[in-house]
């Protein structure tokens, strides 16, 4: 795998572990007693459905399609929280007419997450990090003769909104922006000039 690559999966395993280092107080959840992981205190689990679509050289042939993810919000210290994200999503790719095949995207990743104010009970955030990216097609060269799998990384940018349904579960909406580096989707092209946009709503869980 490539050297990016490397660095990538490297930050992904210390970045939890930095984060807990340096982590200054747990919030009122900790100290009754929340779950953590690697030391820090979970503050969510949520899931979501979305929409989502590249942009750049390959987005006039994929049109915008469903995606999910599951993600884990860890309560560093008020008031950043470290972001865990698995994203998955499938977009049609439309060489011509007569023929149809899938893009599926696997995505993982880790970011920092600020909320510093609430207006109300919402509760608005930025986040930012770095992940690894899967993209798969078939291996079909009557119909992917453009486009191939291929893995890279991603630093995802993400502004979004948390509202608590009850004590216990909060519904959320967020816009993400993700770059990509060391992006090989195009055949015979050393880097591809495309990244990707997505919106999510999401459901989670508060107490355990």
């Given at each position: ?68 993810d599951l993600r884990l919000d860890l309560d560093v210290t008020q008031p950043v929280e470290l972001e865990v994200q698995y994203m998955g999503a499938v977009n049609s790719v439309i060489p011509d007419p007569l023929s149809e095949f899938n893009l599926y995207t696997n995505q993982f990743q880790t970011a920092a997450q600020v909320a510093p104010w609430t207006v109300g009970d919402v509760e608005p955030y930025v986040s930012g ?80």
């Amino acid at each position: 795998m490539r050297k990016y690559l490397l660095v990538v999966a490297a930050a992904l395993v210390a970045l939890p572990t930095a984060a807990s280092a340096v982590k200054i107080s747990k919030s009122e959840r900790a100290s009754e007693g929340a779950p953590e992981l690697l030391g820090i205190p979970v503050e969510s689990l949520s899931a979501g459905i979305g929409y989502s679509n590249y942009t750049g050289e390959i987005a006039p042939d994929i049109a915008p399609g469903p995606g999910w993810d599951l993600r884990l919000d860890l309560d560093v210290t008020q008031p950043v929280e470290l972001e865990v994200q698995y994203m998955g999503a499938v977009n049609s790719v439309i060489p011509d007419p007569l023929s149809e095949f899938n893009l599926y995207t696997n995505q993982f990743q880790t970011a920092a997450q600020v909320a510093p104010w609430t207006v109300g009970d919402v509760e608005p955030y930025v986040s930012g990090g770095i992940g690894l990216t899967r993209v798969s097609v078939a291996k079909n060269p009557d119909l992917n003769a453009q486009i191939q799998s291929d893995t890279m990384g991603s630093v995802p940018l993400a502004a979004g909104a948390d509202y608590p349904i009850t004590d216990a579960l909060k519904i959320g909406a967020r816009a993400q922006w993700d770059i990509y580096f060391d992006n090989e989707l195009l055949v015979q092209e050393n880097t591809t000039d495309s990244d990707r946009w997505g919106f999510m709503v999401n459901i989670g869980a508060t107490e355990f």
